[in-house]
């Protein structure tokens, strides 16, 4: 069941963070930075935590580490502003992105009393490792990230997600790639992870629907070499070619390309939507790539220009893909405990005020369906040119989409 009263929360005032903070790549917990675990004393409150699961060390931990900030921010500025009943500390569990890694680090914040809820996981092979976990421990994760179609159709009770799905996401892309960028035949290549293979397959329905002529291909995770593949994709004479995984291989596959001379529209997903992507491709390769992403550029528009200060004033770096989720994710977490105002809130009752929701975050209002997707559906598309990632537009609002 999913109940509660409806809560209707305005996003937390963004103050000046002043400080820094080193990031992390391994370790099972930290706390957070500014007025956290170190004032429990000084005022005598309680400590709750906030958990992040999420890939903070290994290879794409870039995209856990901008969550994690995301995170952080949220909690400092909680605390900042004195209201609470109690004092918030976050409680890191590293998953590496790896989905034989979900359950053990989901059990480290179940085991945890203190954890009331949980941002993340981040990808989705850890979530479907470990949703089942949250759902039998009561405990309320709510993704910033993680897209795959399935996790909210699997029967966990206490999973949601501030993003839209791939079945959102899939189709869209489709349709830019068709509608917009005129491609006729694509090819479609995935890195057979949970992400991967969701994001594809809801590609590939999509440009059935659209008379597009579609070839498909796999390569796993940590591929080595991609030149065959890559040979395969430039003698297709596919107009665009979309790789739906994570960007440490899809730097490494984006210069297979560049070598094979492959010189149709090249895609990608959320999941490769990093500068990291352009440092592993290297910047001639990486040129002209174009991703979708369900995430939003905090970056790109000045009204965001307190978060980016904010952001950048804790972490020592630009907020990335799904730092603002990953921010938003935490308010929804604290805009319910707020609401219960108690020292002592239950698990079950943090889910609850959850489910129901109504939460202006800075990305988005964001207010669940009984499933747990996010109600909102927008995908953005983001081109890297002269070596930046940059944003655009929300794909539903380019020409001959929708015709």
């Known amino acids: 069941m999913r109940a509660g009263a409806v809560i209707v929360a305005g996003v937390l005032a963004l103050s000046a963070c002043a400080g820094s903070s080193t990031k992390s790549g391994s370790g099972s917990s930290s706390s957070s930075t500014g007025s956290g675990s170190s004032t429990s004393a000084a005022n005598n409150k309680p400590t709750l935590e906030i958990g ?38 976050v409680k890191d ?18 085991q945890d009393p203190k954890v009331v809820g949980v941002v993340g996981p981040a990808f989705s092979g850890p ?5 089942a976990l949250y759902s039998g421990a009561n405990l309320v994760a709510v993704s910033p990230s993680a897209t795959r179609p399935s996790l909210t159709s699997s029967g966990y009770k206490t999973f949601y997600r501030v993003v839209a799905n791939d079945s959102v996401q899939g189709p869209a892309a489709a349709d830019y790639m068709v509608k917009v960028l005129k491609a006729t035949n694509v090819y479609v290549v ?3 992870t949970q992400y991967g293979q969701g994001l594809s397959t809801a590609i590939v329905a999509e440009l059935h629907k659209d008379s597009a002529t579609v070839e498909t291909d796999s390569a796993p995770q940590g591929t080595q070499d991609y030149s065959q593949l890559a040979s395969k994709v430039a003698s297709s004479g596919a107009k665009a070619m979309y790789y739906a995984g994570y960007y ?71 907020p990335g893909t799904y730092s603002i989720e990953g921010y938003d994710a935490a308010n ?11 020292a002592s809130p239950t698990r079950a009752a943090v889910a609850a005020g959850v489910a129901t929701v109504d939460y202006q975050g800075l990305s988005k209002e964001i207010k669940f369906t009984p499933t747990g997707d996010i109600s909102g559906t927008a995908i953005y598309a ?11 537009g929300d794909i539903s609002k380019m020409p001959g989409i929708g015709s």
Do not use: H, R
């Open 52 to 89: 992040v699961q999420g890939p903070l060390s290994g290879q794409n931990q870039a995209l856990g580490l901008n969550i994690d900030w995301g995170v952080k921010l949220a909690v400092k500025q909680a605390n900042d502003k004195g209201d609470l009943p109690f004092n918030l500390v």
């Open 93 to 110: 569990s590293d998953d590496q992105g790896d989905q034989s890694k979900g359950a053990t680090a989901a059990q480290l914040l179940i």
């Open 127 to 131: 979530t479907a490792a470990s949703g």
């Open 190 to 192: 995935d890195d057979k």
């Open 248 to 318: 440490a291989d899809g730097g490494v596959f984006a210069k297979a390309l560049k070598a094979a001379g492959y010189t149709g529209t090249m895609l990608s997903g959320d999941g490769s939507k990093d500068p990291n992507f352009i440092t592993t491709a290297g910047q001639d390769a990486a040129e002209g790539w174009q991703f979708t992403c369900p995430c939003l550029d905090a970056g790109s528009d000045p009204k965001y220009a307190s978060f980016v200060t904010a952001y950048k004033g804790l972490s020592n770096a630009a």
């Open 332 to 342: 929804v977490i604290i805009s319910v405990l707020k609401t219960l105002n108690t």
């Open 382 to 392: 983001y081109k890297i040119q002269s070596g930046v990632i940059t944003l655009l």
